[in-house]
């Protein structure tokens, strides 16, 4: 049975050192887990040092320029999966990467291919490639592969790691999914208002200029409002600030204090931070879940989990953890703390803890948000909808009262 030595932190933060006999790196670590430490790295004897091991003397890859861009995230789903069978049938990996190679199709990812069989037919692993194109291969699918190859099982964890970015991108197609309609009813209303404002307004205004009457104050209102539209450039106001709306807030977003400062006031926002943070936590058990399952250290896989959050304040969040956690406290009590969880989270992750069976918990933390932000989801869209119908109905019905009052008044002058 293989020999794995490892370092690890117990519970009152003091590093110990030893050795363990296990038959993968996965069950190593569940057994110094069960020994009541906290892994931080781990190496099979005489073999590669996996987690933070990679210290002096080792540099990091080097990054290949020229790849392209990035590749996209359905292309990298099939490519993961085609070579988890390959690897499940028994291929050594340079013959896998050599044939899906060349069934890709030209572009990025055929590129990409083809370096990292260079690299890895040169004696690099396939970690270590891969960490070379980061635009193709992000810290947490390489540290994944890492894990598989330490553990012996590269198949198992492609095919997890295949099924992690599914669901992650199902996800997010179907928050993007469920913006497309009241986007779309808010552009068609945009330019019809802006078509009667341009072009029916005016129109109405010379007839009132002949009548000579005076105009009631709504009437004028709109007749300000459309000179200002169609003769002051008014429309390109309309029109170009969303845009320099988004560049300010991505200016903003540049920074580490702006990006909390905004991520936090888009959680308070009614429905739209609720489903904000479930998909947070969704996002972060999931990533977390898979990482620990993967056999990555708890240390690197929380490092991981922070970097690839997409929300400031659940990246602080999980700082704390991980600072938590490195003077051998608990998972669960810096997360209570930060108020950025449901208690229910908190309690399964600290049961997960207690039990040893954290990634399960914080896979079944995921899975319920992602049913959450589902039922969220919808809720938005049939919130918006009467919503959108009562913005459009105030704004067409200022337009038809504002026009035709002045005739009303113009009638009852004449009758009287």
């Not at 009457?213 to 709109?222: E, G, I, K, N, Q």
Request: hydrophobic residues 45%; contains cysteine; proline residues 4%.
């Amino acid at each position: 049975m293989p020999i794995y030595n490892y370092d690890a932190m117990d519970s009152q933060g003091k590093e110990v050192s030893d050795e363990i006999q296990a038959l993968s790196s996965e069950e190593a670590i569940s057994k110094i887990r069960n020994l009541g430490f906290f892994p931080t790295k781990i190496k099979e004897k005489g073999g590669r040092r996996r987690g933070k091991a990679e210290k002096s003397g080792t540099s990091s890859p080097k990054i290949r320029r020229g790849t392209g861009g990035k590749v996209k995230q359905k292309v990298l789903v099939q490519f993961t999966r085609q070579l988890s069978t390959l690897q499940d049938a028994g291929l050594p990996i340079l013959r896998s990467l050599r044939i899906l190679q060349e069934q890709q199709k030209p572009g990025t990812l055929k590129n990409v291919l083809g370096g990292v069989s260079d690299d890895v037919e040169s004696g690099a692993t396939l970690s270590e490639a891969m960490a070379k194109y980061p635009k193709a291969f992000n810290t947490l699918y390489t540290n994944m592969v890492a894990a598989g190859e330490a553990g012996g099982v590269l198949d198992l964890i492609l095919n997890r790691l295949a099924e992690f970015m599914e669901k992650a991108q199902k996800l997010k197609g179907k928050v993007k999914g469920a913006m497309v309609y009241p986007i779309c009813v808010i552009l068609i209303a945009f330019a019809i208002v802006m078509g009667i404002m341009v072009f029916v307004v005016p129109k109405f205004e010379a007839i009132f200029a002949d009548l000579g009457s005076t105009l009631p104050a709504v009437t004028r209102s709109l007749m300000v409002v459309s000179s200002w539209i169609a003769k002051d450039y008014g429309w390109a106001w309309l029109l170009f600030s969303p845009v320099a709306l988004i560049a300010t807030l991505r200016f903003i977003r540049m920074s580490e204090t702006g990006r909390y400062i905004l991520d936090t006031i888009n959680l308070k926002i009614p429905v739209v931070g609720q489903i904000l943070s479930k998909t947070s936590i969704a996002r972060f058990g999931r990533t977390l879940g898979t990482l620990i399952s993967a056999g990555v250290p708890i240390l690197e896989a929380l490092n991981i989990t922070r970097e690839t959050a997409g929300n400031e304040v659940f990246r602080r969040a999980l700082g704390g953890v991980h600072d938590s956690i490195r003077k051998g406290e608990t998972f669960a009590e810096p997360l209570r703390k930060a108020k950025v969880c449901d208690s229910i989270v908190v309690n399964m992750i600290d049961v997960g803890e207690e039990t040893g069976d954290l990634d399960k918990m914080l896979t079944k933390v995921a899975d319920n948000y992602d049913e959450e932000v589902d039922v969220l989801v919808g809720s938005l869209v049939s919130l918006m909808e009467p919503i959108m119908v009562i913005v459009l109905g105030v704004i067409c019905g200022f337009i038809v009262v504002a026009l035709f009052m002045p005739m009303v008044q113009l009638l009852g002058d004449l009758g009287g």
